[in-house]
């Protein structure tokens, strides 16, 4: 298999949780990952902002991988003011010199379920291989039915992979949100177990997340309408 072969998970990671890790080591361990960016994204397109700044989103990813050999945290979306999208974040790997064929975007089946409704679909299918791992209810094997537009796409974990394929990698991932986290802090409930260690013990020396609106966002978090796409936005 190639050495070049680079995964990148994208998310608002808010916080990162174990679902992230799981997500991303199922699609390392199929794939044969050389190295393996996590994303947090700045300005999620379609989704309510951040509970927590990108300050300590980066740090508690960077946290979580730091004990995880070729897993890094990356910044490229933090570093711009404009809307996180996962289009422009794969031409960036391009622009450093990686091919369509070396990327591989982790992404989980049930965020991948909406990818029609994505800046530049289709053509973003063509800047990369989508590694698409399974999540409760909703497991790989039914993305052929559901997405039987994209089913000539649809490619297994072997083999040469030159061009940008669909990839479904079935794997069990626990059913945690960042969502869920949040509530739980908020009401007082323990997330031990939920997210990395590292990662608890920043939370808590910083207290985030612990003023939440019944919503579930902080108090003082901008809102913005959240539309139907979960583009780069793993929950």
Do not use: K
Request: charged share 20%; glycine share 8%; with cysteine.
């Amino acid at each position: 298999m190639s050495a070049r072969r680079i995964g990148i998970l994208g998310g608002t990671f808010d916080p990162i949780h174990t679902g992230h890790i799981a997500l991303a080591h199922a699609a390392e361990r199929a794939l044969d990952l050389a190295c393996l960016f996590l994303v947090p994204s700045n300005v999620p397109p379609h989704r309510p902002q951040p509970a927590t700044s990108s300050h300590h989103r980066f740090a508690m990813v960077s946290l979580a991988v730091m004990d995880r050999s070729g897993w890094q945290g990356s910044d490229v979306e933090l570093q711009s003011p404009e809307p996180s999208y996962t289009s422009i974040t794969l031409q960036r790997f391009r622009d450093l010199g990686y091919s369509a064929a070396e990327l591989f975007f982790v992404i989980g089946a049930d965020a991948f379920a909406e990818i029609a409704t994505w800046r530049n679909y289709p053509d973003i299918l063509d800047i990369a291989h989508f590694a698409v791992v399974s999540r409760p209810g909703f497991p790989v094997g039914d993305l052929g039915r559901r997405l039987a537009a994209l089913s000539h796409r649809m490619a297994p974990a072997t083999g040469s992979l030159l061009a940008p394929r669909i990839i479904a990698i079935d794997a069990p991932t626990p059913d945690v949100s960042s969502t869920d986290i949040r509530h739980r802090i908020g009401a007082g409930i323990s997330i031990a177990g939920l997210v990395p260690p590292a990662v608890q013990h920043h939370i808590e020396q910083h207290r985030l997340y612990t003023s939440m609106t019944p919503g579930g966002r902080a108090a003082d978090a901008r809102m913005v309408p959240a539309a139907r796409s979960r583009e780069h936005g793993e929950d």
